[in-house]
């Protein structure tokens, strides 16, 4: 569905998460511009309760929202991940063999991917290579960038 004025169309994003998105913001038809302003809110959120913001540990961040995050030795296949745990509360699994400053990128990575809708219903592919994923999880995956 196009936004008066901005001739883009949903029908571009084929990934089922963008899809879920854009339903659920129905004003906005760029997904970029809805996972800024989410992103701007959470922030927002997370100074009005007397977080500092930048510089600072993205793990505190996400735990203000009740996501943990945890380093791990263990191959995960990926930088990190966002996975239910038995408790059905999402954490970020990350490798703690990264530089930290990686490590920083890919915990609010797996953050952004908690702006979807449907995140809880279907997590990110974390077992696929990046390099033989189908356009529409690669666009998905740009946008959590």
Request: hydrophobic letters at 35%.
């Amino acid at each position: 569905m196009p936004t008066a004025g901005r001739g883009r169309s949903s029908n571009r994003f084929s990934h089922p998460s963008v899809q879920a998105l854009l339903a659920a913001h129905p004003e906005e038809s760029d997904p970029k511009r809805i996972i800024r302003r989410l992103a701007r809110e959470k922030v927002a959120y997370a100074k009005a309760l007397g977080w500092s913001g930048p510089p600072f540990n993205p793990r505190i961040l996400t735990s203000i929202f009740g996501i943990r995050c945890k380093p791990v030795g263990h191959e995960i296949l990926s930088e990190g991940r966002l996975i239910r745990y038995p408790d059905g509360k999402p954490w970020i699994e990350f490798r703690n063999d990264s530089l930290l400053g990686r490590q920083h990128f890919t915990i609010l990575h797996e953050f952004a991917h908690t702006f979807f809708p449907d995140f809880s219903d279907c997590l990110p592919l974390n077992d696929v290579p990046v390099d033989i994923r189908a356009a529409p999880e690669k666009q998905f995956e740009n946008l959590c960038d």
